[in-house]
């Protein structure tokens, strides 16, 4: 395994939710296509501000920086930003506590 795990936390736009739903759901089912993520099971979270978290293995460095080369997941990235703002795990309410709980997210 690769040991490079990524959190990745979208906040979706209001009234975005479902939409978001729907774009996370080709998110993960094309990194795998293009070869750039591990088999580990992806987890999906979400915070009590409604920011879903998405955490995942990338096979290599290399995997993680082809991914910004690759068509297909550009598109994914750039459907995600018009609809999510990107936000960082330290703006997180729960991020201010140790040990931070989230509740699981399905898709």
Known sequence: MSELITMALYQPHEGKEEQLNEVLK?????????????????IRAIASDGTVIEIFEWRSEHAKDAAHESRNVMKVWNEIMEIAEI???????EANHPFPNFALYSV
């Open 87 to 93: 936000k960082s795990l330290s703006s997180l309410v």
């Open 26 to 42: 080709n998110h993960i089912k094309t990194l795998e296509a293009e070869k750039l993520i591990t088999q580990r099971e992806p």
